[in-house]
Protein backbone atom coordinates (compact mmCIF):
# COMPACT_ATOMS: atom_id res chain seq x y z
CA UNK A 1 0.00 0.00 0.00
CA UNK A 2 2.00 2.93 -1.49
CA UNK A 3 2.93 5.39 0.94
CA UNK A 4 0.47 4.59 3.95
CA UNK A 5 3.16 4.30 6.69
CA UNK A 6 4.56 7.84 5.81
CA UNK A 7 0.25 9.19 6.86
CA UNK A 8 0.54 7.20 9.76
CA UNK A 9 3.86 8.41 11.33
CA UNK A 10 1.68 11.85 11.84
CA UNK A 11 -0.41 9.17 14.36
CA UNK A 12 2.55 7.10 15.51
CA UNK A 13 1.41 7.71 19.09
CA UNK A 14 -2.12 6.44 18.23
CA UNK A 15 -0.65 3.53 15.73
CA UNK A 16 1.27 2.29 18.61
CA UNK A 17 -1.26 2.83 21.32
CA UNK A 18 -4.72 1.03 19.37
CA UNK A 19 -2.95 -2.38 18.83
CA UNK A 20 -1.02 -2.24 22.31
CA UNK A 21 -4.27 -2.00 23.98
CA UNK A 22 -5.89 -4.74 22.47
CA UNK A 23 -2.93 -7.18 22.92
CA UNK A 24 -3.91 -6.34 26.28
CA UNK A 25 -8.05 -6.67 25.77
CA UNK A 26 -6.99 -10.12 24.59
CA UNK A 27 -4.29 -11.23 27.33
CA UNK A 28 -7.34 -11.27 29.60
CA UNK A 29 -9.30 -12.86 27.33
CA UNK A 30 -7.08 -16.07 27.34
CA UNK A 31 -7.15 -16.12 30.88
CA UNK A 32 -11.07 -16.69 30.72
CA UNK A 33 -11.30 -19.96 29.93
CA UNK A 34 -8.48 -21.08 32.57
CA UNK A 35 -10.82 -19.50 35.15
CA UNK A 36 -14.11 -21.52 33.59
CA UNK A 37 -12.19 -24.98 33.92
CA UNK A 38 -11.27 -24.20 37.87
CA UNK A 39 -14.97 -22.89 38.35
CA UNK A 40 -16.08 -26.14 36.26
CA UNK A 41 -13.15 -28.52 38.21
CA UNK A 42 -13.27 -26.76 41.72
CA UNK A 43 -16.78 -25.17 42.23
CA UNK A 44 -19.39 -27.00 40.18
CA UNK A 45 -17.57 -30.70 41.33
CA UNK A 46 -17.21 -29.42 45.48
CA UNK A 47 -20.51 -27.45 45.37
CA UNK A 48 -18.76 -24.17 46.65
CA UNK A 49 -20.83 -21.53 45.76
CA UNK A 50 -18.33 -19.07 48.12
CA UNK A 51 -15.10 -19.77 45.36
CA UNK A 52 -17.83 -19.92 42.27
CA UNK A 53 -18.81 -16.28 42.93
CA UNK A 54 -15.05 -15.62 43.87
CA UNK A 55 -14.16 -17.14 40.08
CA UNK A 56 -17.47 -15.56 38.72
CA UNK A 57 -16.01 -11.95 40.18
CA UNK A 58 -13.20 -12.55 38.26
CA UNK A 59 -14.61 -13.20 35.28
CA UNK A 60 -16.45 -9.84 35.37
CA UNK A 61 -13.39 -7.89 36.22
CA UNK A 62 -11.72 -9.42 33.59
CA UNK A 63 -15.11 -8.39 31.11
CA UNK A 64 -14.65 -4.84 32.55
CA UNK A 65 -10.82 -4.64 32.09
CA UNK A 66 -11.42 -5.58 28.58
CA UNK A 67 -14.10 -3.36 27.74
CA UNK A 68 -12.59 -0.86 28.54
CA UNK A 69 -8.88 -1.74 27.00
CA UNK A 70 -11.41 -2.35 23.51
CA UNK A 71 -12.96 1.28 23.94
CA UNK A 72 -9.85 2.79 24.68
CA UNK A 73 -7.79 1.02 21.12
CA UNK A 74 -10.77 1.55 19.20
CA UNK A 75 -10.87 5.29 20.24
CA UNK A 76 -7.18 5.52 18.92
CA UNK A 77 -7.56 3.35 15.99
CA UNK A 78 -10.66 5.82 14.84
CA UNK A 79 -8.34 8.66 15.15
CA UNK A 80 -5.47 7.47 13.06
CA UNK A 81 -7.43 6.40 10.09
CA UNK A 82 -10.02 9.41 10.28
CA UNK A 83 -6.27 11.61 10.40
CA UNK A 84 -4.94 8.96 7.35
CA UNK A 85 -7.74 9.41 5.66
CA UNK A 86 -8.32 13.51 5.40
CA UNK A 87 -3.87 13.65 5.10
CA UNK A 88 -4.08 11.43 2.12
CA UNK A 89 -7.31 13.43 0.31
CA UNK A 90 -6.01 16.53 1.05
CA UNK A 91 -2.74 15.56 -0.69
CA UNK A 92 -4.58 13.58 -3.01
CA UNK A 93 -6.71 16.69 -3.87
CA UNK A 94 -2.93 19.28 -4.13
CA UNK A 95 -1.52 16.73 -6.25
CA UNK A 96 -4.60 16.46 -8.73
CA UNK A 97 -4.27 20.14 -8.75
CA UNK A 98 -0.73 20.06 -9.34
CA UNK A 99 -1.55 18.22 -12.95
CA UNK A 100 -1.40 19.60 -16.27
CA UNK A 101 -4.16 19.40 -18.20
CA UNK A 102 -2.27 16.43 -20.12
CA UNK A 103 -2.45 14.16 -17.18
CA UNK A 104 -6.05 15.14 -16.59
CA UNK A 105 -7.25 14.72 -20.05
CA UNK A 106 -5.92 11.48 -19.37
CA UNK A 107 -7.27 10.03 -16.06
CA UNK A 108 -10.33 11.28 -16.75
CA UNK A 109 -12.96 13.57 -14.35
CA UNK A 110 -14.73 10.18 -13.18
CA UNK A 111 -11.93 8.43 -11.82
CA UNK A 112 -10.29 11.04 -10.65
CA UNK A 113 -13.84 11.59 -8.15
CA UNK A 114 -13.66 7.83 -7.41
CA UNK A 115 -10.45 7.90 -6.19
CA UNK A 116 -11.12 10.53 -4.41
CA UNK A 117 -13.64 9.66 -2.02
CA UNK A 118 -14.71 5.87 -2.33
CA UNK A 119 -11.02 4.66 -2.73
CA UNK A 120 -9.84 6.61 -0.19
CA UNK A 121 -13.04 5.62 1.90
CA UNK A 122 -11.89 2.01 1.50
CA UNK A 123 -8.76 2.57 2.60
CA UNK A 124 -9.41 4.47 5.69
CA UNK A 125 -11.40 1.37 7.29
CA UNK A 126 -8.89 -0.55 5.89
CA UNK A 127 -6.71 1.49 8.52
CA UNK A 128 -9.03 1.53 11.22
CA UNK A 129 -9.31 -2.78 11.27
CA UNK A 130 -5.61 -3.05 10.56
CA UNK A 131 -5.15 -1.32 13.87
CA UNK A 132 -7.48 -2.83 15.80
CA UNK A 133 -7.40 -6.45 14.84
CA UNK A 134 -3.86 -7.32 12.78
CA UNK A 135 -1.91 -7.88 15.98
CA UNK A 136 -5.05 -9.02 18.44
CA UNK A 137 -6.56 -11.74 16.15
CA UNK A 138 -3.22 -13.61 15.56
CA UNK A 139 -2.05 -12.97 19.22
CA UNK A 140 -5.32 -14.85 20.52
CA UNK A 141 -4.61 -17.77 17.45
CA UNK A 142 -1.32 -18.35 18.73
CA UNK A 143 -2.05 -17.13 22.08
CA UNK A 144 -5.11 -20.17 22.43
CA UNK A 145 -2.76 -22.93 20.93
CA UNK A 146 0.13 -21.89 23.10
CA UNK A 147 -2.89 -22.55 26.75
CA UNK A 148 -4.19 -25.49 25.11
CA UNK A 149 -0.28 -26.83 25.14
CA UNK A 150 -0.53 -26.00 28.90
CA UNK A 151 -4.13 -27.85 29.39
CA UNK A 152 -2.46 -31.08 27.60
CA UNK A 153 0.00 -31.58 24.98
CA UNK A 154 -2.22 -34.61 23.03
CA UNK A 155 -5.13 -32.85 22.21
CA UNK A 156 -3.52 -29.45 21.63
CA UNK A 157 -1.89 -31.58 18.55
CA UNK A 158 -5.77 -30.74 16.78
CA UNK A 159 -4.39 -27.54 16.82
CA UNK A 160 -1.32 -27.59 15.62
CA UNK A 161 -2.97 -29.53 12.32
CA UNK A 162 -5.88 -26.97 12.21
CA UNK A 163 -3.89 -23.33 11.87
CA UNK A 164 -1.76 -24.03 9.21
CA UNK A 165 -4.88 -25.31 7.96
CA UNK A 166 -6.84 -22.50 8.16
CA UNK A 167 -4.17 -20.24 7.43
CA UNK A 168 -3.81 -21.86 3.99
CA UNK A 169 -7.58 -21.47 3.56
CA UNK A 170 -7.44 -17.94 4.10
CA UNK A 171 -4.24 -16.46 2.88
CA UNK A 172 -5.63 -18.60 -1.02
CA UNK A 173 -8.97 -16.57 -0.70
CA UNK A 174 -7.27 -13.68 -0.24
CA UNK A 175 -4.63 -14.03 -2.77
CA UNK A 176 -7.61 -14.94 -5.47
CA UNK A 177 -9.59 -11.97 -4.64
CA UNK A 178 -7.20 -9.01 -4.68
CA UNK A 179 -7.13 -8.79 -8.63
CA UNK A 180 -10.99 -9.00 -8.68
CA UNK A 181 -11.90 -6.45 -6.06
CA UNK A 182 -9.14 -4.06 -8.53
CA UNK A 183 -11.72 -5.25 -11.18
CA UNK A 184 -15.09 -4.56 -9.33
CA UNK A 185 -13.01 -1.02 -8.81
CA UNK A 186 -13.09 -0.21 -12.38
CA UNK A 187 -16.13 -1.18 -12.82
CA UNK A 188 -17.60 1.32 -10.29
CA UNK A 189 -15.44 3.88 -12.39
CA UNK A 190 -17.14 2.86 -15.60
CA UNK A 191 -20.98 3.64 -13.28
CA UNK A 192 -19.57 6.53 -12.30
CA UNK A 193 -18.69 8.48 -15.55
CA UNK A 194 -21.78 6.76 -17.13
CA UNK A 195 -23.85 8.22 -14.06
CA UNK A 196 -21.97 11.69 -14.79
CA UNK A 197 -22.17 11.79 -18.27
CA UNK A 198 -26.53 11.47 -17.42
CA UNK A 199 -26.71 14.25 -15.14
CA UNK A 200 -24.91 16.78 -17.09
CA UNK A 201 -25.70 16.05 -20.28
CA UNK A 202 -29.58 15.53 -19.21
CA UNK A 203 -30.79 18.17 -21.78
CA UNK A 204 -29.24 17.15 -24.35
CA UNK A 205 -30.37 13.09 -23.62
CA UNK A 206 -34.03 14.40 -23.02
CA UNK A 207 -33.90 16.81 -26.23
CA UNK A 208 -32.82 13.67 -28.43
CA UNK A 209 -35.11 11.15 -26.75
CA UNK A 210 -32.17 8.75 -25.47
CA UNK A 211 -33.55 8.47 -22.18
CA UNK A 212 -34.66 4.68 -22.23
CA UNK A 213 -31.30 4.00 -24.46
CA UNK A 214 -28.80 5.86 -21.75
CA UNK A 215 -31.13 3.43 -19.27
CA UNK A 216 -30.76 0.43 -21.18
CA UNK A 217 -26.64 1.39 -21.06
CA UNK A 218 -26.69 2.20 -17.50
CA UNK A 219 -28.68 -1.29 -16.47
CA UNK A 220 -26.08 -3.21 -18.23
CA UNK A 221 -23.68 -1.57 -16.57
CA UNK A 222 -24.70 -1.73 -13.48
CA UNK A 223 -25.26 -5.66 -14.22
CA UNK A 224 -21.86 -5.94 -15.08
CA UNK A 225 -21.03 -4.45 -11.48
CA UNK A 226 -23.26 -6.24 -9.54
CA UNK A 227 -22.04 -10.10 -11.35
CA UNK A 228 -18.61 -8.92 -10.72
CA UNK A 229 -19.34 -7.94 -7.07
CA UNK A 230 -21.53 -11.10 -6.85
CA UNK A 231 -18.72 -13.36 -7.79
CA UNK A 232 -15.84 -11.90 -5.72
CA UNK A 233 -18.38 -11.91 -2.90
CA UNK A 234 -18.90 -15.80 -3.31
CA UNK A 235 -14.89 -16.13 -3.03
CA UNK A 236 -14.71 -14.34 -0.10
CA UNK A 237 -17.63 -16.03 1.14
CA UNK A 238 -16.17 -19.01 1.02
CA UNK A 239 -13.87 -17.91 3.69
CA UNK A 240 -16.36 -18.39 6.89
CA UNK A 241 -17.95 -21.74 6.37
CA UNK A 242 -14.54 -23.42 5.05
CA UNK A 243 -13.33 -21.37 8.78
CA UNK A 244 -16.06 -22.87 10.36
CA UNK A 245 -15.85 -26.55 8.91
CA UNK A 246 -12.62 -26.94 9.87
CA UNK A 247 -12.46 -25.21 13.41
CA UNK A 248 -16.05 -27.15 13.95
CA UNK A 249 -13.93 -30.54 13.20
CA UNK A 250 -11.27 -29.51 14.95
CA UNK A 251 -13.77 -29.38 18.14
CA UNK A 252 -14.98 -32.49 17.81
CA UNK A 253 -11.53 -34.00 17.68
CA UNK A 254 -10.89 -32.60 21.02
CA UNK A 255 -13.82 -33.15 22.73
CA UNK A 256 -13.20 -37.11 21.48
CA UNK A 257 -9.52 -36.68 22.21
CA UNK A 258 -10.64 -34.97 25.48
CA UNK A 259 -13.06 -37.55 26.26
CA UNK A 260 -10.96 -40.34 26.08
CA UNK A 261 -8.23 -38.79 28.22
CA UNK A 262 -10.90 -37.94 30.88
CA UNK A 263 -12.04 -41.49 31.28
CA UNK A 264 -8.78 -42.66 31.62
CA UNK A 265 -7.88 -40.06 34.58
CA UNK A 266 -5.21 -37.91 32.28
CA UNK A 267 -7.71 -34.66 31.97
CA UNK A 268 -10.45 -33.18 34.05
CA UNK A 269 -13.93 -31.76 32.78
CA UNK A 270 -13.10 -28.42 33.45
CA UNK A 271 -9.77 -28.80 31.33
CA UNK A 272 -12.47 -30.00 28.58
CA UNK A 273 -14.28 -27.61 27.93
CA UNK A 274 -11.13 -25.15 28.69
CA UNK A 275 -10.12 -26.72 25.13
CA UNK A 276 -12.82 -26.06 23.83
CA UNK A 277 -12.99 -22.73 24.44
CA UNK A 278 -9.78 -22.14 23.07
CA UNK A 279 -10.89 -23.60 20.11
CA UNK A 280 -14.23 -21.87 19.97
CA UNK A 281 -11.83 -18.55 20.51
CA UNK A 282 -10.00 -19.21 17.45
CA UNK A 283 -13.25 -19.98 15.58
CA UNK A 284 -14.38 -16.15 16.32
CA UNK A 285 -10.77 -14.61 15.45
CA UNK A 286 -10.12 -16.16 12.46
CA UNK A 287 -13.44 -15.42 11.66
CA UNK A 288 -12.79 -11.17 11.98
CA UNK A 289 -9.45 -11.97 10.42
CA UNK A 290 -11.17 -13.31 7.47
CA UNK A 291 -13.33 -10.00 7.63
CA UNK A 292 -10.41 -8.06 8.06
CA UNK A 293 -8.19 -9.64 5.58
CA UNK A 294 -11.38 -9.06 2.78
CA UNK A 295 -11.32 -5.71 4.28
CA UNK A 296 -7.82 -5.40 3.49
CA UNK A 297 -7.79 -6.45 0.41
CA UNK A 298 -9.96 -4.00 -0.93
CA UNK A 299 -8.29 -1.50 1.20
CA UNK A 300 -4.53 -2.51 -1.11
CA UNK A 301 -7.02 -2.61 -4.60
CA UNK A 302 -7.85 0.84 -3.10
CA UNK A 303 -4.33 2.10 -2.24
CA UNK A 304 -3.25 0.52 -6.02
CA UNK A 305 -5.34 2.63 -7.60
CA UNK A 306 -5.01 6.18 -5.48
CA UNK A 307 -0.90 5.22 -5.70
CA UNK A 308 -1.67 5.45 -9.24
CA UNK A 309 -2.57 8.87 -9.40
CA UNK A 310 0.14 10.03 -7.29
CA UNK A 311 2.65 7.78 -9.70
CA UNK A 312 1.21 10.41 -12.18
CA UNK A 313 3.91 13.14 -12.89
CA UNK A 314 2.91 16.61 -14.32
CA UNK A 315 4.24 16.80 -17.77
CA UNK A 316 4.81 20.54 -17.03
CA UNK A 317 6.80 21.79 -14.67
CA UNK A 318 7.04 24.89 -12.88
CA UNK A 319 9.83 26.95 -13.05
CA UNK A 320 11.45 27.64 -9.15
CA UNK A 321 11.92 31.27 -8.81
CA UNK A 322 10.83 32.57 -12.21
CA UNK A 323 12.26 35.66 -13.64
CA UNK A 324 12.31 39.21 -12.96
CA UNK A 325 9.25 40.94 -15.09
CA UNK A 326 10.14 43.53 -17.72
CA UNK A 327 7.44 44.70 -19.54
CA UNK A 328 7.73 44.65 -23.45
CA UNK A 329 5.89 46.21 -26.60
CA UNK A 330 6.00 42.35 -28.39
CA UNK A 331 3.77 40.94 -25.37
CA UNK A 332 3.23 37.34 -26.96
CA UNK A 333 5.36 35.64 -29.29
CA UNK A 334 4.69 32.20 -30.77
CA UNK A 335 8.42 31.03 -32.57
CA UNK A 336 7.73 27.92 -34.90
CA UNK A 337 4.99 26.62 -32.49
CA UNK A 338 4.00 22.92 -32.76
CA UNK A 339 2.13 21.21 -30.52
CA UNK A 340 0.34 17.35 -30.00
CA UNK A 341 -1.78 16.22 -27.53
CA UNK A 342 -0.67 12.89 -25.97
CA UNK A 343 -1.83 9.87 -28.16
CA UNK A 344 -2.25 11.71 -30.87
CA UNK A 345 -1.21 10.92 -34.07
CA UNK A 346 -1.16 14.36 -35.71
CA UNK A 347 -0.16 17.88 -34.41
CA UNK A 348 -2.93 20.08 -33.15
CA UNK A 349 -0.87 22.81 -34.44
CA UNK A 350 2.33 23.07 -36.54
CA UNK A 351 4.35 25.24 -37.39
CA UNK A 352 2.64 28.48 -36.00
CA UNK A 353 4.65 32.04 -35.78
CA UNK A 354 3.50 35.42 -35.13
CA UNK A 355 3.78 38.55 -32.96
CA UNK A 356 1.22 40.26 -30.77
CA UNK A 357 2.13 43.88 -29.91
CA UNK A 358 1.46 45.10 -26.49
CA UNK A 359 -2.41 46.56 -26.54
CA UNK A 360 -3.27 44.84 -30.02
CA UNK A 361 -6.44 43.14 -30.29
CA UNK A 362 -5.70 39.47 -32.02
CA UNK A 363 -8.80 37.77 -33.52
CA UNK A 364 -8.07 33.70 -33.77
CA UNK A 365 -10.69 32.43 -36.40
CA UNK A 366 -11.24 29.15 -38.17
CA UNK A 367 -13.28 25.64 -38.34
CA UNK A 368 -14.14 23.63 -36.02
CA UNK A 369 -11.20 21.56 -34.46
CA UNK A 370 -8.69 23.63 -36.28
CA UNK A 371 -6.80 24.71 -32.66
CA UNK A 372 -8.20 27.92 -31.69
CA UNK A 373 -8.55 27.06 -28.28
CA UNK A 374 -5.46 24.96 -28.21
CA UNK A 375 -3.13 27.58 -29.89
CA UNK A 376 -4.11 30.05 -26.74
CA UNK A 377 -4.04 27.40 -24.24
CA UNK A 378 -0.39 27.36 -25.32
CA UNK A 379 0.17 31.17 -23.75
CA UNK A 380 -0.66 30.80 -19.68
CA UNK A 381 1.20 27.29 -20.04
CA UNK A 382 -2.21 25.22 -19.55
CA UNK A 383 -0.54 22.77 -22.26
CA UNK A 384 3.47 22.69 -23.08
CA UNK A 385 4.76 23.43 -26.91
CA UNK A 386 6.00 20.40 -28.20
CA UNK A 387 8.22 22.21 -30.51
CA UNK A 388 9.23 25.62 -31.10
CA UNK A 389 8.47 28.22 -27.94
CA UNK A 390 5.75 30.80 -26.65
CA UNK A 391 7.49 33.89 -24.94
CA UNK A 392 5.64 36.46 -22.87
CA UNK A 393 7.55 39.75 -23.10
CA UNK A 394 10.51 38.37 -25.11
CA UNK A 395 10.83 35.36 -22.55
CA UNK A 396 9.93 31.93 -22.51
CA UNK A 397 6.77 30.87 -20.43
CA UNK A 398 8.82 27.95 -19.14
CA UNK A 399 10.99 30.41 -17.26
CA UNK A 400 7.97 32.25 -15.64
CA UNK A 401 6.59 30.74 -12.29
CA UNK A 402 2.99 29.51 -12.63
CA UNK A 403 1.24 32.38 -10.70
CA UNK A 404 3.97 35.07 -11.82
CA UNK A 405 2.79 33.96 -15.45
CA UNK A 406 -1.30 33.40 -15.12
CA UNK A 407 -0.95 36.19 -12.71
CA UNK A 408 -0.77 38.73 -15.74
CA UNK A 409 -3.38 36.62 -17.68
CA UNK A 410 -6.95 36.65 -17.58
CA UNK A 411 -8.72 33.41 -19.19
CA UNK A 412 -12.54 32.97 -20.15
CA UNK A 413 -12.89 29.46 -21.34
CA UNK A 414 -14.97 28.12 -23.84
CA UNK A 415 -17.51 27.10 -20.96
CA UNK A 416 -18.74 29.62 -18.56
CA UNK A 417 -18.20 28.09 -14.91
CA UNK A 418 -19.17 30.29 -12.03
CA UNK A 419 -18.48 28.82 -8.68
CA UNK A 420 -21.22 28.52 -5.49
CA UNK A 421 -21.39 31.73 -3.34
CA UNK A 422 -21.98 34.87 -4.27
CA UNK A 423 -21.70 37.06 -7.12
CA UNK A 424 -18.86 38.86 -5.37
CA UNK A 425 -17.21 36.02 -4.31
CA UNK A 426 -16.53 35.32 -7.94
CA UNK A 427 -15.67 38.51 -9.09
CA UNK A 428 -13.06 38.52 -6.14
CA UNK A 429 -11.33 35.42 -7.89
CA UNK A 430 -9.16 37.30 -9.64
CA UNK A 431 -8.37 40.26 -7.14
CA UNK A 432 -9.21 39.73 -3.49
CA UNK A 433 -9.00 42.68 -2.16
CA UNK A 434 -11.36 44.34 -5.44
CA UNK A 435 -13.78 47.10 -4.04
CA UNK A 436 -17.47 47.03 -5.26
CA UNK A 437 -16.85 49.73 -7.42
CA UNK A 438 -13.89 48.15 -10.00
CA UNK A 439 -16.40 45.10 -9.59
CA UNK A 440 -18.91 46.93 -10.78
CA UNK A 441 -16.51 48.49 -13.70
CA UNK A 442 -15.73 45.30 -14.94
CA UNK A 443 -19.24 44.21 -14.78
CA UNK A 444 -19.82 46.84 -16.96
CA UNK A 445 -17.48 46.83 -19.34
CA UNK A 446 -18.27 42.89 -19.60
CA UNK A 447 -22.25 44.43 -20.34
CA UNK A 448 -23.56 42.57 -17.07
CA UNK A 449 -24.38 45.57 -15.01
CA UNK A 450 -28.63 44.09 -16.06
CA UNK A 451 -27.77 41.08 -14.86
CA UNK A 452 -26.90 42.70 -11.20
CA UNK A 453 -29.91 45.23 -11.28
CA UNK A 454 -32.28 42.64 -11.96
CA UNK A 455 -30.89 40.47 -8.44
CA UNK A 456 -32.60 41.41 -5.59
CA UNK A 457 -29.59 41.42 -3.77
CA UNK A 458 -27.38 42.97 -6.34
CA UNK A 459 -23.70 41.78 -5.59
CA UNK A 460 -24.65 39.83 -3.03
CA UNK A 461 -26.70 37.25 -5.03
CA UNK A 462 -26.23 33.75 -4.16
CA UNK A 463 -25.22 31.55 -7.53
CA UNK A 464 -25.89 27.68 -7.58
CA UNK A 465 -23.49 25.41 -8.25
CA UNK A 466 -22.30 25.38 -11.66
CA UNK A 467 -24.45 28.75 -11.73
CA UNK A 468 -27.58 26.62 -12.75
CA UNK A 469 -29.96 30.01 -11.80
CA UNK A 470 -28.60 32.36 -14.67
CA UNK A 471 -28.76 31.59 -18.20
CA UNK A 472 -26.09 30.95 -20.16
CA UNK A 473 -25.40 34.91 -21.65
CA UNK A 474 -25.30 35.80 -18.20
CA UNK A 475 -22.50 33.60 -16.98
CA UNK A 476 -20.99 34.26 -19.93
CA UNK A 477 -20.81 38.14 -18.90
CA UNK A 478 -20.11 37.21 -15.51
CA UNK A 479 -16.83 35.23 -16.42
CA UNK A 480 -15.40 37.76 -18.39
CA UNK A 481 -16.31 39.81 -15.87
CA UNK A 482 -14.30 38.30 -13.37
CA UNK A 483 -11.54 38.02 -16.04
CA UNK A 484 -11.45 41.92 -16.53
CA UNK A 485 -11.50 42.58 -12.74
CA UNK A 486 -7.61 41.27 -12.30
CA UNK A 487 -6.52 43.80 -15.09
CA UNK A 488 -4.80 41.11 -16.84
CA UNK A 489 -1.76 42.41 -19.36
CA UNK A 490 -3.07 40.10 -21.95
CA UNK A 491 -7.09 38.83 -22.22
CA UNK A 492 -7.66 35.78 -23.41
CA UNK A 493 -11.27 35.01 -24.82
CA UNK A 494 -11.81 31.96 -26.02
CA UNK A 495 -15.47 31.84 -28.00
CA UNK A 496 -16.68 33.39 -24.55
CA UNK A 497 -19.34 35.06 -26.18
CA UNK A 498 -20.96 32.33 -28.45
CA UNK A 499 -24.38 32.82 -26.65
CA UNK A 500 -24.48 36.26 -26.28
CA UNK A 501 -26.46 38.07 -29.61
CA UNK A 502 -24.88 40.23 -31.89
CA UNK A 503 -26.08 43.88 -30.96
CA UNK A 504 -24.57 42.67 -27.20
CA UNK A 505 -21.54 41.04 -28.26
CA UNK A 506 -20.60 44.47 -30.21
CA UNK A 507 -20.89 46.56 -27.16
CA UNK A 508 -19.04 44.35 -25.49
CA UNK A 509 -16.03 44.05 -27.65
CA UNK A 510 -16.01 48.03 -27.96
CA UNK A 511 -16.51 48.30 -24.27
CA UNK A 512 -13.14 46.31 -23.96
CA UNK A 513 -11.24 48.36 -27.07
CA UNK A 514 -12.06 51.71 -25.30
CA UNK A 515 -11.91 50.64 -21.76
CA UNK A 516 -8.53 48.51 -21.47
CA UNK A 517 -6.27 50.46 -23.14
CA UNK A 518 -2.70 48.85 -22.71
CA UNK A 519 -4.38 45.42 -22.69
CA UNK A 520 -3.53 42.75 -25.49
CA UNK A 521 -5.94 41.01 -26.36
CA UNK A 522 -7.48 37.37 -27.90
CA UNK A 523 -10.75 37.03 -29.39
CA UNK A 524 -11.21 33.08 -30.19
CA UNK A 525 -14.59 33.06 -32.26
CA UNK A 526 -16.56 31.52 -35.06
CA UNK A 527 -18.02 34.32 -35.81
CA UNK A 528 -16.16 36.58 -38.62
CA UNK A 529 -17.88 39.57 -37.42
CA UNK A 530 -16.63 39.45 -33.44
CA UNK A 531 -13.10 39.72 -34.83
CA UNK A 532 -13.47 41.85 -38.01
CA UNK A 533 -12.35 45.21 -36.06
CA UNK A 534 -8.97 43.09 -34.74
CA UNK A 535 -5.65 44.48 -35.08
CA UNK A 536 -4.12 40.99 -36.43
CA UNK A 537 -6.21 37.83 -37.20
CA UNK A 538 -4.91 34.09 -37.20
CA UNK A 539 -6.81 32.15 -39.68
CA UNK A 540 -6.07 28.08 -38.77
CA UNK A 541 -6.56 25.34 -40.89
CA UNK A 542 -6.04 22.01 -39.30
CA UNK A 543 -3.23 23.56 -37.35
CA UNK A 544 -1.63 25.49 -39.43
CA UNK A 545 -1.60 28.83 -40.25
CA UNK A 546 -3.42 29.57 -43.34
CA UNK A 547 -3.45 33.30 -42.87
CA UNK A 548 -2.74 36.48 -40.80
CA UNK A 549 -3.23 39.85 -41.23
CA UNK A 550 -6.19 42.78 -40.81
CA UNK A 551 -9.92 41.90 -42.07
CA UNK A 552 -9.09 44.22 -45.34
CA UNK A 553 -5.73 42.25 -45.96
CA UNK A 554 -7.31 38.73 -45.59
CA UNK A 555 -10.06 39.27 -47.34
CA UNK A 556 -7.69 40.14 -50.40
CA UNK A 557 -4.79 37.76 -49.42
CA UNK A 558 -6.72 34.61 -47.83
CA UNK A 559 -9.00 31.95 -49.64
CA UNK A 560 -9.79 30.27 -46.29
CA UNK A 561 -10.88 33.48 -44.55
CA UNK A 562 -13.17 34.84 -47.48
CA UNK A 563 -14.88 31.53 -47.68
CA UNK A 564 -15.87 31.74 -43.61
CA UNK A 565 -16.70 35.48 -44.13
CA UNK A 566 -19.00 34.27 -46.89
CA UNK A 567 -20.66 31.50 -45.49
CA UNK A 568 -21.81 34.16 -42.51
CA UNK A 569 -22.60 37.18 -44.47
CA UNK A 570 -24.70 37.56 -47.13
CA UNK A 571 -23.45 41.26 -47.80
CA UNK A 572 -19.67 39.74 -48.10
CA UNK A 573 -20.31 38.36 -51.46
CA UNK A 574 -20.16 41.83 -52.69
CA UNK A 575 -16.97 42.48 -50.33
CA UNK A 576 -15.72 39.77 -51.78
CA UNK A 577 -15.96 40.61 -55.50
CA UNK A 578 -14.62 44.16 -54.67
CA UNK A 579 -11.41 43.09 -53.19
CA UNK A 580 -11.69 40.25 -56.05
CA UNK A 581 -11.39 43.19 -58.77
Known amino acids: MFKITNYLKEYKKE ?47 LGIVGLTCSITAQYFAAKASVGFGKSVRKDLFA ?28 MQSGVNMFLRLFLRSPFIVVGAMVMAFTV ?21 IMLYSIPLYQKVQTALDRVLLMTRENLVGARVIRAFCRQRDEEEDYKKGSDHLMQMQIFVGKVSAMMNPVTYIIVNAAIIAIIWIGGLQVNVGNLSQGEV ?26 AVASSKRVGEVFAMQPSIMEHPTGVDLVPSEDKVVFDHV ?27 IGGTGCGKSTLVNLIPRFYEATEGSVLVDKVNVKNYSFHQLRDRIGVVPQKAVLFNGTIADNMRWGKEDATEEEMMHAIGIAQGKDVIESKKNGLQEMILQGGKNLSGGQRQRLTIARALVKEPEILILDDSASALDFATDARLRKAIREETKGMTVFIVSQRASTIK ?38 NAQKEVAHHGR
Request: glycine share 6%; hydrophobic share 50%.
Open 95 to 122: HINSLSYTELDTAGTSTLITRMTNDINQ
Open 273 to 298: IALVNYMSQILVELVKLANLIILLTK
Open 338 to 364: TFMYAGAKEPALKDISFTAKKGQTIGV
Open 15 to 61: SIVAPCFKMLEASFELFVPLVMATIVDTGIKNADNAYILRMGAILVL
Open 533 to 570: QADQIIVLEDGTMAGIGTHEELMKNCEVYREIVYSQDD
Open 152 to 172: DVKAAFVFVVAIPLLSVVVFG
